[in-house]
């Protein structure tokens, strides 16, 4: 079963060779070629965007999609059989693309609205304008991502008069783990296959216990190595204290770190093996799939909350935002950054958000969210597309595919299933990497 971003390898994956296979000479001249992250129906939701723009008269010129999973930066190395728009995953990228003069700027009119004002949530800002190039817009919010949601089976909460997931502290969790493994479920689900579910929990957790020390790790320029070690070591701590959980996942570690993400929501609401499962927005259609166009049981059975706090008050934990970016490479033609301009508009997204698994980013659009999240998460305004902080791993940054903090976080998980190295071992060592990896980003 893919993934949710099919990750397309080939041993290594050489990258001269899957971007260029999608944009051979073949195509048509007249064609906007666009490179993309997803697989499934998120490519397909993505196709039927273009189709409708095609039908309406909007833009007539030909396109051609290639998926290539979370290796999509790849292409920027693909020469002349580069696309002309890109959706970028890892946000991080944005920076150091623009400086190798890889992408080409866009029009600041695309920021705001006709009364000027900004369309997006302050937050992405600083992400997609780019200081070493006079703060120019490089890249446009297309889909925002909540990396702070829990799904879980609320009638097994409610059978064992257990509080939504919201109310956890993460300090607490192993004891409230007992009470669910007790009932003979596994109280988690955990993709460790795809690295992104492994380090979206770990910056729940790290952002639970601090503030400061998620953004110290983000930012390479606020790194403060002997005021965030213990706050550091604490929320890994915490983290292996739930992930070191005996019997915390169906199969434990060794299945954990092998199984996919479409896998782990499945386990919750598909086999019943696990209780609860932290998934971003987009788990929603596969959620959806497991019963089958039956929404009164699925309106019954499928609870969200948000991440907790470690700290009351609680409804205050983290608000994590993600999302996928449009960015124009520097020989971009003016048709693709034409259509860049009507990928913009609030009125071509309101399919993709009934079906779930899109959040628009543009504050314009309504509504905001699909009707099972709205009515489980009881939303108003633009609350989760006015996230506080970004993910972690994608404001790290990664290149050619490879995220550090994935490996990171991976060899973490890795270490707790050795008795060996469980629990003090494994937080030394995680500890360590990632003061390696920000030695490296400082330079």
């Not at 079963?1 to 971007?19: D, E, K, V």
């Not at 009351?312 to 996928?324: L, S």
């Not at 969210?369 to 489980?376: E, G, N, R, W």
Request: aromatic share 10%; glycine share 10%; with cysteine.
């Amino acid at each position: 079963m893919a993934s949710r971003r099919t990750i397309l390898r080939a041993g290594a994956l050489l990258p001269l060779a899957a971007a260029c296979t999608p944009f051979g000479a073949g195509e048509s001249a007249d064609a906007v070629k666009i490179a993309v992250p997803w697989g499934g129906a998120e490519l397909q939701a993505f196709e039927a965007i273009l189709t409708n723009l095609r039908k309406s008269g909007q833009f007539s010129h030909r396109t051609v999609v290639t998926t290539l999973g979370d290796d999509v930066g790849t292409v920027f190395a693909a020469g002349r059989f580069a696309p002309d728009i890109v959706v970028v995953p890892q946000i991080g990228q944005i920076p150091r693309l623009a400086a190798d003069n890889r992408l080409h700027a866009l029009d600041e009119k695309l920021w705001s609205d006709d009364a000027k004002k900004p369309r997006y949530a302050d937050g992405w800002w600083p992400l997609v304008h780019v200081e070493a190039k006079g703060n120019r817009l490089y890249g446009l919010p297309f889909k925002a991502t909540c990396k702070s949601l829990i799904w879980y089976d609320r009638t097994r909460f409610t059978r064992l008069n257990l509080a939504p997931p919201d109310r956890w502290p993460p300090w607490l969790w192993p004891a409230l783990m007992t009470r669910l493994a007790r009932s003979g479920v596994h109280p988690l689900a955990l993709g460790g296959a795809d690295g992104w579910m492994l380090t979206d929990f770990f910056a729940n957790v790290l952002l639970a216990e601090s503030r400061d020390t998620y953004e110290s790790v983000a930012n390479p320029n606020d790194w403060r190595p002997d005021q965030r070690r213990a706050e550091l070591t604490r929320a890994l701590r915490t983290l292996a204290s739930i992930w070191g959980f005996d019997g915390a996942f169906p199969g434990n570690i060794g299945r954990a770190l092998t199984q996919q993400f479409p896998d782990a929501v499945r386990a919750v609401f598909g086999t019943g093996s696990a209780a609860m499962v932290v998934a971003p927005d987009f788990a929603e259609p596969i959620v959806r799939g497991c019963f089958g166009g039956d929404d009164v049981r699925m309106a019954e059975t499928v609870g969200v909350s948000l991440f907790p706090s470690n700290l009351p008050p609680f409804g205050k934990g983290p608000m994590i935002g993600g999302g996928d970016v449009l960015v124009a490479t520097r020989s971009a033609s003016a048709k693709a950054l034409e259509l860049i301009g009507l990928l913009s508009g609030p009125e071509l997204l309101t399919d993709w958000i009934s079906a779930g698994g899109f959040i628009a980013p543009d504050l314009r659009v309504q509504p905001g969210y699909s009707p099972l999240l709205d009515t489980t998460l009881n939303l108003s305004g633009p609350r989760i597309r006015a996230w506080s902080e970004f993910d972690l791993a994608d404001r790290i940054g990664s290149r050619g595919g490879d995220n550090p903090l994935w490996r990171v976080i991976t060899a973490f998980l890795t270490d707790l299933d050795d008795p060996a190295k469980r629990e003090s071992v494994a937080v030394a060592h995680a500890v360590d990497a990632i003061y390696e990896l920000e030695h490296g980003r400082r330079g």
